[in-house]
């Protein structure tokens, strides 16, 4: 058992390139997150995704677009890269609204040059 | 003022010693409380819920303060495993938003 993964762990970007960050977990939880954590400040949502099918904005979702692939994978896409979304990424899922625990996957250490 | 708001320390402290961590929250409609631990570099663990009447695990004690909208976290004999930054979440809209605070961070030192 996993729980969740995300791949790459580091990826330098230039101003202006995409990438798309994946994340999966096999807990079988409905809902998933995206968030970044920048230094001194607390993660904050990006995206989420209450249930296989179905998208909403976070706090933070300018320049990011996401698919929930299946009910398995999450990805999140940065169509244009900028420095101001250097970044560390984490994704996370729970069970559903009945829970709160999240799982959080080891993060992805994201630098636009 | 912040939604969800820490002392960002950091707090230095002995081996053996009891510190204690403050959160503010801005919604008193908010039901759902949490502390998470972050080690250097690492991604968030739950530590523990919070509940209404407070609560304990081991030398952790969780409490919530809902008329000054605030939860602690007492870290009781200190270890220097403790050493790590503690995420407040709040679930201040009670939806699938959390909110976390900017983390405290903690060093035990020997």
């Known amino acids: 058992n996993a729980g969740v993964t995300q791949t790459p762990k580091f990826q330098v970007l230039k101003t202006g390139q995409s990438m798309t960050l994946q994340c999966a977990q096999d807990?079988?939880?409905?809902?998933m997150y995206w968030y970044r954590q920048d230094p001194g400040m607390g993660l904050r949502l990006i995206y989420y995704s209450a249930s296989e099918g179905t998208t909403d904005k976070g706090e933070v979702p300018n320049g990011y677009n996401v698919s929930r692939l299946n009910k398995r994978e999450f990805s999140l896409r940065l169509e244009s890269a900028a420095p101001s979304q250097t970044s560390v990424y984490f994704c996370?899922?729970?069970?559903?609204?009945?829970?709160?625990?999240?799982?959080f996957g080891p993060g992805t250490r994201l630098t636009v040059l | 003022r912040k939604e969800v708001e820490q002392d960002p320390g950091p707090f230095n402290v002995p081996e053996g010693a009891t510190v204690a961590f403050n959160c503010t929250y801005s919604n008193s409609a908010s039901q759902s409380f949490f502390w998470y631990r972050q080690d250097c570099r690492k991604e968030p663990k739950l530590l523990m819920s919070v509940y209404s009447s407070g609560n304990e695990d081991g030398r952790f004690t969780a409490q919530l303060n809902r008329a000054s909208q605030y939860i602690s976290l007492l870290i009781r004999d200190s270890k220097l495993s403790d050493s790590a930054t503690y995420l407040c979440?709040?679930?201040?809209?009670?939806?699938?938003?959390?909110?976390f605070g900017a983390g405290t961070r903690l060093t035990v030192k020997p």
């Open positions: 979440v709040v679930n201040l809209y009670n939806n699938n938003d959390m909110r």
């Open positions: 996370a899922s729970r069970v559903d609204r009945s829970t709160d625990t999240q799982y």
């Open positions: 807990m079988n939880h409905n809902s």
